[in-house]
């Protein structure tokens, strides 16, 4: 599986919107761009993915590169619940394995 | 809905023997992976159970073995107990191997002296 760069942490404001970036720059066709997020304590949590296209749901919004060699998540506004690890993952559908291969990931903090 | 659950939550154990993890997968989700997670550092896969089969393994040692139950609820056992088997370990359940989103339990942490 293609590997994922991340900044190792980042900081953020209560109410603001937070830009999470990931370089990806070896993806390959058939990889996903997926993120989960980790709370303290706590197992990951699937937060978003997607192949080509922007994604949204309720957590937050995907925006994929043209080039697909990076993304961003975004989460529209931040709350003092979203401090976690966010990981950047690719995971390609086309192996018969459906394992994740997580990095170190980005540590957001939330300041009130 | 009855999400991943894991036990136990805690456990301390021996350099030498043995453990035995275990995990119910959400209803509905015939896989289940499974994950170590050391201090710092993001999950490594260990292996995958698919319909009661190994679908899979990651960089881990024989010692590390598994079982699916028809209910897919799933067992991790690690014989001769190392030091470094410290660590959370996590299992996650989805409805297939290409599934999307992978749901995971909240993990046991095993420190071995």
């Known amino acids: 599986d293609a590997k994922t760069t991340q900044p190792n942490s980042m900081e953020s404001n209560e109410e603001e919107p937070v830009h999470l970036p990931c370089n990806h720059s070896t993806i390959s066709g058939t990889d996903y761009i997926h993120w989960y997020r980790q709370l303290p304590s706590q197992g990951p949590e699937y937060v978003i993915h997607?192949?080509?296209s922007n994604v949204n749901n309720r957590m937050a919004s995907l925006a994929i590169a043209e080039d697909r060699k990076s993304s961003t998540l975004i989460l529209h506004r931040a709350t003092l619940r979203d401090a976690a690890v966010y990981y950047c993952?690719?995971?390609?559908?086309?192996?018969?394995?459906?394992?994740?291969?997580f990095g170190k990931g980005t540590k957001l903090s939330v300041k009130p | 809905e009855t999400g991943v659950t894991q036990s136990p939550t805690h456990l301390i154990k021996t350099r030498g023997q043995q453990v035995t993890l275990r995990c119910s997968s959400q209803?509905?989700?015939?896989?289940v992976s499974w994950y170590q997670q050391a201090l710092g550092q993001g999950p490594q896969f260990i292996f995958q159970?698919?319909?009661?089969?190994?679908?899979g393994r990651g960089n881990f040692p024989p010692r590390f073995s598994g079982l699916q139950f028809p209910n897919y609820s799933s067992e991790l056992n690690v014989n001769a107990l190392e030091l470094d088997d410290s660590a959370l370990y996590l299992c996650?359940?989805?409805?297939?191997?290409?599934?999307?989103?992978?749901?995971f339990g909240p993990g046991t942490r095993l420190t071995v002296t």
């Open positions: 159970y698919y319909r009661e089969e190994e679908n």
């Open positions: 209803s509905g989700h015939n896989t």
């Open positions: 997607g192949l080509t």
């Open positions: 993952i690719l995971r390609d559908y086309g192996g018969s394995q459906g394992n994740l291969i």
């Open positions: 996650a359940s989805s409805s297939g191997v290409a599934a999307g989103e992978q749901y």
